[in-house]
């Protein structure tokens, strides 16, 4: 179980972390010129690694022929349309890029979607304590009760001028 936190400061804090989304890593901009002619999308790809100086990673399921003639494109965009036309996705990790099926990742998201669901439906409540320092807990407590789930509650304690949330510890 998570510390207990302390302050409105580390409140807000957490609010603003569960509320947001990490965003997707920078990948190159620069444009490019490229023609291939009935190329293996595996040496396009090892071509598109060098140029945006990442590391690419494909599997088995990673094959076909490609061919194309960009002209003044940006470099992730040629390489976000060419995998489309083979039938396959990216995910960015930092410099790295995982290279797989559509249906490959599909799976990997539902099975992700089914941990989450299972954990929120089954994992038991745990109860955390938050002083609440410089504002009233009660006008603090709307927040908290938005980034909870459907299991969870908020109560005031305004002799103490906390917050009583019991929700389940799952990451959403």
Known sequence: MRSIMTGCAALFATCVALGTAAAEPRLPSRRI??????????????????????????GEGVDGRVTLELHRVRWDTALRAILRTVGLEMEVQDNIILVA?????????????????????????????IRVSYA??????PFVEATLTERGTVTVDERTNSLIVRDVDCPR
């Open 33 to 58: 010129d490229v023609a291939f002619h009935d190329a293996d999308i595996r040496n396009v790809l090892r071509f598109f690694a060098e140029v945006g100086d990442v590391n690419i990673v494909y």
């Open 101 to 129: 099926s559509q249906e490959s990742f599909s799976r990997e998201r539902q099975a992700e979607v089914d941990v989450v669901q299972h954990c929120l439906a089954t994992d038991p409540l745990r109860t955390r304590i």
């Open 136 to 141: 009233r807990a009660a006008d603090v407590a």
